[in-house]
């Protein structure tokens, strides 16, 4: 199905939360990084709450379990039911269940969230090889898994056992910074075996079909910090979305998105949720306009004029260079432009 090229972030007159029935949000770099509350996450989202805007949690990170995730959001002080939490470990027991036996047995390379999604859907999680496994998933297990898991995983994937896994995401942020992700370890199994699992996790198919089944959403927006997972699933869903810039992607990344990548909406954080968004004006041909800000591109690089709030700069340069990238990534210089916002 063909789709119109994103040129521009969209405006909105009205508050996010208002336009929008739920919010599809990921976890780390959105809502905490590290185990702590990013700055204003946990006031805006209470307030979006209160005026009637439902709450998703939508994570990659199949390390938890749902009860624990939920728990540590009612800690930061955002109270949240374990209903509220939809993560790549459901999407994949659900993927699994689809293709073996009720009852049949999966090998786990991860952590307690893989094995309590599997038992929710009536699959028995086992440790090796040797128990003659009908799957193998593979989902994040945290700095501490043993190098000898990827070997279990690595003798039955050669055996021709089906091969899952609840994401690729090669890193994952934390309070130091970024870490390896689910996707590096994904990467251990496939190098040895030569094999391709089946994903569930964003941005593909899968991971959305679990969202919606779950929260029943009719007018979602996904609001995420990842261009790669959060951003291209809500593309390949087909609804809107927003990026807040507290996670991994920055501003240049950002002003070279290929479209699967370009977000409906652009904010500094998750009180982006709360206002309207600016609406980006102009042409290639008269500049793109926001705030105080014009955006053109040149020959070799963004340029940027004028003067206003760093936020609107940016909106006005993803509007000349994802017009000036077209159905491709834009690959001029935006490092002059960047640094007069500060970005």
């Known amino acids: 199905m063909s789709r119109s090229v994103r040129t521009r972030p969209e405006g909105s007159g009205r508050g996010l939360s208002e336009a929008y029935d739920t919010a599809l949000l990921d976890l780390d770099g959105v809502v905490y990084a590290g185990g702590n509350a990013i700055a204003h996450a946990v006031d805006s989202l209470a307030t979006a709450r209160d005026g009637g805007m439902r709450l998703a949690y939508v994570t990659n990170n199949a390390l938890r379990t749902p009860d624990t995730v939920a728990a540590h959001l009612t800690e930061l002080g ?126 593909l198919p899968p991971m959305h079909r679990e969202t919606i089944l779950r929260t029943g959403a009719q007018r979602p927006l996904v609001v995420g910090d990842r261009l790669d997972t959060d951003i291209e699933g809500a593309f390949n869903g087909e609804v809107d979305s927003l990026l807040v810039l507290t996670g991994v992607t920055d501003g240049a990344t950002l002003l070279a998105a290929p479209p699967q990548h370009r977000p409906t909406y652009v904010d500094a954080d998750l009180r982006g949720l709360l206002t309207g968004q600016p609406e980006v004006t102009g042409d290639a041909d008269g500049g793109f306009r926001c705030g105080g800000w014009t955006a053109s591109a040149g020959a070799e690089r963004l340029e940027l004029t004028g003067d206003g709030g760093a936020l609107d700069g940016l909106r006005a340069l993803c509007a000349a260079a994802w017009t000036a990238g077209g159905e491709q990534g834009c690959g001029l210089d935006s490092g002059k432009a960047l640094a007069r916002l500060g970005l």
């Open 78 to 203: 955002i109270a949240t039911d374990a209903g509220d939490v939809i993560t790549s470990a459901q999407a994949v027991a659900r993927l699994i269940a689809e293709q073996v036996p009720s009852g049949a047995r999966v090998l786990v390379i991860g952590g307690e969230g893989l094995r309590v999604a599997l038992r929710e859907r009536g699959l028995e999680p086992v440790e090796s090889a040797e128990d003659d496994p009908a799957a193998v998933v593979q989902g994040f297990g945290g700095p501490d898994l043993p190098w000898g898991r990827f070997a279990e995983a690595c003798y039955a994937v050669a055996r021709g056992v089906p091969w899952f896994a609840s994401n690729t995401d090669l890193t994952i942020p934390g309070a130091r910074g970024i870490a390896p992700g689910n996707g590096a370890a994904v990467e251990v199994v496939r190098i040895a075996t030569g094999a391709e699992p089946q994903v569930a996790g964003k941005p």
